[in-house]
C-alpha cells in the first residue's frame, strides 16, 4: 500500500494533483478542499489510499491521515465505493462526518450527492459502531453551505487562477449554487467555474 506521497505538485486539476515523486508524476484524486489548500511548485505531503480494480488503479489524496482511515472506513458500508466515500469526504470532515453518526442526523447524509434517505439510515446504522467518537470541538456538520464560495475561490486561486479571475467566476456561478436543493457542492461548482473561465480566455 502506498500510504502518502510527498514531492512537488506539478499540476492541479478539478479532482486531481499530480505531485512528481521521484521523477515520476503520480496523479492523485482529492477533494476540492485538500486541492485548495495545493500550489503549483509547492511541496506537498498527501496520504494515500491506493484502490485496485481489475481495470485500473487510483490513488486517493487526503490532508491527514484521519481523512484516510475514514475514506476506508466508509467502504466498509455496502454498497459505498471510493468515488462516494470521497464524495462524503468533500461534505464533511471526518470529525463532523462522526458526529452527524454519532447523533443520527440524516440531513448530513444526504447533504451528499448520491446518498437518497434509505441510504442516509442504512449508514448511519452500519457506521454507528465504525467510525468511534467524535474528537473535535467545533460545532456540528456545518456544511458547506455558508462557505461554498470561499472553498471554491480558494481552489481556483489554487490551480492558478488570479483573484480578480477567480472573483468573477464565483460570481458567474452563484446563480447555480443557490438553485441547488441543499448544500451547494463544491466539485460541480469547481468545474462550472472552470468551463466560465476557459469561455472568457
Known amino acids: 500500500m502506498i500510504a502518502f506521497v510527498s514531492g512537488t505538485v506539478a499540476a492541479l486539476a478539478p479532482d486531481t494533483a499530480v505531485v512528481e515523486v521521484g521523477g515520476v508524476g503520480m496523479a492523485v484524486r482529492c477533494t476540492p478542499d485538500t486541492l485548495s489548500t495545493l500550489r503549483v511548485g509547492r511541496v ?6 491506493l484502490v485496485v480494480r481489475e481495470d485500473s488503479l487510483t490513488l486517493y489524496g487526503f490532508a491527514d491521515d484521519d481523512e484516510r482511515q475514514t475514506f476506508e472506513l466508509l467502504q466498509t458500508a455496502s454498497g459505498v465505493g471510493p468515488r462516494l466515500a470521497q464524495a462524503v469526504l468533500a461534505v464533511h470532515r471526518p470529525d463532523a462526518l462522526r458526529r452527524a453518526v454519532a447523533s443520527a442526523d440524516e440531513k448530513a447524509l444526504t447533504a451528499v450527492p448520491g446518498i437518497g434517505r434509505k441510504g442516509a ?4 446504522l452500519e457506521l454507528k459502531d465504525r467510525l468511534g467518537a467524535p474528537v473535535g470541538a467545533a460545532s456540528a456538520a456545518a456544511p458547506v453551505t455558508a462557505g461554498w ?5 480558494a481552489a481556483l486561486i489554487g490551480l492558478g487562477y488570479a483573484t480578480r479571475e477567480a472573483d468573477e467566476a464565483v460570481a458567474a456561478v452563484a446563480p447555480q449554487a443557490e438553485a441547488a436543493e441543499g448544500t451547494p457542492q463544491v466539485g460541480a461548482l469547481l468545474k462550472a467555474a472552470l468551463q466560465t473561465l476557459n469561455r472568457a480566455r
Not at 506537498?44 to 489510499?49: D, E, F, I, N, Q
Not at 464560495?149 to 475561490?153: A, K, V
Open 44 to 49: 506537498a505531503r498527501l496520504a494515500t489510499s
Open 121 to 124: 439510515q442504512k449508514l448511519l
Open 149 to 153: 464560495r470561499d472553498q471554491l475561490h
